[in-house]
C-alpha cells in the first residue's frame, strides 16, 4: 500500500470509527484500526465483534493495499503531524508515516485476521431523515435499562410499519415511546431490538443533517449514511408486550408548565434520599406541591401553579425518571396523567408530537 492523504480527513475518519474500537479486547486485533487502500480512498474500519463502523476518506492511491495498525497508536501520531498531506506506506506489516520532515515507522498486524464487518442483506429497508431518528433515539435510549441480566431490554425496541416507525425502551421501572409517520414502509411489520451502545454511535454519527438508509436482517442491522456505515448485532429475544404497561385511560389530569416543573424536580432532587432518588408530589386546586424529605439531611419544597380542579392527588417518583422525560420534551407544557397514587402516571407533551412517558411510581412513607 502507497498512498497520500490530508492529515484533516484522516483524523475526521479515526474519529468517525474510533469509538468502535474494543475497549478491552480480548483479541490484540479488535483494538486495531483496518486501513484498505482501493479505488479513489481509502476505507477505514473497526469493530468490537458487536458493533461495527466503516468510512471512507479520499485519497491519493499509488498502491492497493490493507493493514491493521493499533487505533490509539495511530491516532497520536496523526494528530501530532502538521496540516496537509501524510504519505503511508506499507511493508512486511510494518508501516512507514511521514509528513515533510517528519518520519514514523510503526508495527501493524496483518489485514486478513481482521473480522470481516457484517453486510446486511435482506429487503427490508426504509430511509429516514437523520434528524428524526437522532431525535426517536434520544427520547428512548435514557430507559433503556443497564441490568444486564436483562438483556432483552438492553436496547430500543424498533418497529417499522407500512406508514409508521415507532421506537420504544423501558428498564421494567419506566417506559419511553415514540412514533413518526413515513412516507413509505416494508408490507409487513418488521421488529428489531437494537442495542444501546449501537444506538449511541448511531446517535453521535446524525448530528448533521443527512438521509439514512437503514437494512434489517435476521440478526444484524445495518444504517448507511454519506460513505459511513455502522452495523451492529441485533438482540435476539421477544420484547416485552409494552402497550399494555400504557394505561388507556386516565381519571385525573394535570396540565404544567414544562420548565417550572424541571426546575422543581431538580431542585428538590437535591435533598431526595440518595437511595432511592423519592421526591412526591402534591397537586390540589391549581397548585402542585414537589417536595423532598430525607432524615439527617433536609427538606426541600416548592409551590407550581397548575391548571387542575379535582380531588387531591399525592404520589411519589424518582426524580431521575421525571428529569429524563422532562429534558427531552420541547413543548412548553406537559401533562401529568394519574389514576391511583400506586398506578403508573403517564407524562406527555401538550402537542401532536406522538410521544410519552409512563413512570412506576414509588410507596410514600
Not at 424498533?158 to 415514540?178: C, N, V, W
Not at 388507556?248 to 424536580?265: C, F, H
Not at 420534551?329 to 391511583?340: D, F, M, P, T, W
Amino acid at each position: 500500500m502507497k498512498i497520500g492523504c490530508f492529515q484533516g480527513d484522516l483524523i475526521r475518519g479515526i474519529q468517525i470509527v474510533g469509538s468502535a474500537v474494543a475497549g478491552r479486547a480480548t483479541l490484540p486485533i479488535l483494538a486495531n484500526i483496518l486501513l484498505e487502500a482501493k479505488g479513489e480512498g481509502i476505507e477505514l474500519s473497526a469493530t468490537d465483534l458487536e458493533v461495527g463502523i466503516k468510512c471512507s476518506v479520499p485519497a491519493q492511491i499509488e498502491k492497493e493495499g490493507a493493514i491493521t495498525i493499533l487505533a490509539k497508536r495511530f491516532s497520536d501520531i496523526v494528530r501530532e503531524l502538521p496540516e496537509g498531506l501524510v504519505e503511508m506506506e506499507t511493508e512486511n506489516d510494518q508501516m512507514r508515516i511521514s509528513s515533510g520532515e517528519i518520519f514514523f515507522k510503526v508495527l501493524g498486524l496483518p489485514a486478513e485476521e481482521f473480522p470481516t464487518l457484517a453486510k446486511v442483506e435482506s429487503k427490508n429497508r426504509f430511509s429516514l431523515d437523520s434528524w428524526l431518528l437522532r431525535g426517536m433515539i434520544q427520547k428512548t435510549i435514557f430507559a433503556n435499562s443497564r441490568d444486564e441480566t436483562r438483556y432483552i431490554l438492553n436496547g430500543s425496541y424498533l418497529e417499522i410499519e407500512k406508514d409508521k416507525i415507532i421506537m420504544t425502551a423501558t428498564d421494567g421501572h419506566r417506559l419511553a415511546t415514540i412514533s413518526h409517520r413515513i412516507e413509505k414502509g416494508p408490507e409487513k411489520m418488521i421488529g428489531a431490538i437494537i442495542p444501546t451502545k449501537a444506538l449511541n454511535e448511531l446517535n453521535r454519527l446524525l448530528e448533521e443533517p443527512k438521509k439514512v438508509e437503514a437494512t434489517i436482517g435476521e440478526n444484524q442491522i445495518s444504517f448507511s449514511l454519506d460513505g459511513i456505515i455502522l452495523s451492529s448485532k441485533l438482540i435476539e429475544g421477544q420484547f416485552p408486550e409494552y402497550r399494555q404497561l400504557i394505561p388507556e385511560k386516565s381519571a385525573k389530569r394535570l396540565s404544567l408548565n414544562r420548565e417550572k416543573l424541571l426546575g422543581g424536580v431538580r431542585r428538590a432532587a437535591l435533598l431526595a434520599d440518595a437511595r432511592t432518588g423519592a421526591i412526591e408530589l402534591l397537586a390540589y386546586s391549581n397548585k402542585l406541591i414537589v417536595r423532598s424529605q430525607t432524615p439527617q439531611v433536609g427538606e426541600a419544597r416548592e409551590e407550581i401553579e397548575i391548571d387542575y380542579k379535582g380531588e387531591e392527588i399525592r404520589t411519589a417518583y424518582n426524580a431521575r425518571y421525571l428529569l429524563d422525560v422532562l429534558r427531552n420534551i420541547s413543548s412548553e407544557e406537559v401533562s401529568l396523567e394519574l389514576n391511583e397514587p400506586l398506578s403508573p402516571g403517564v407524562i406527555k407533551p401538550i402537542s401532536a408530537e406522538d410521544y410519552l412517558c409512563v413512570i412506576m411510581p414509588m410507596r410514600i412513607t
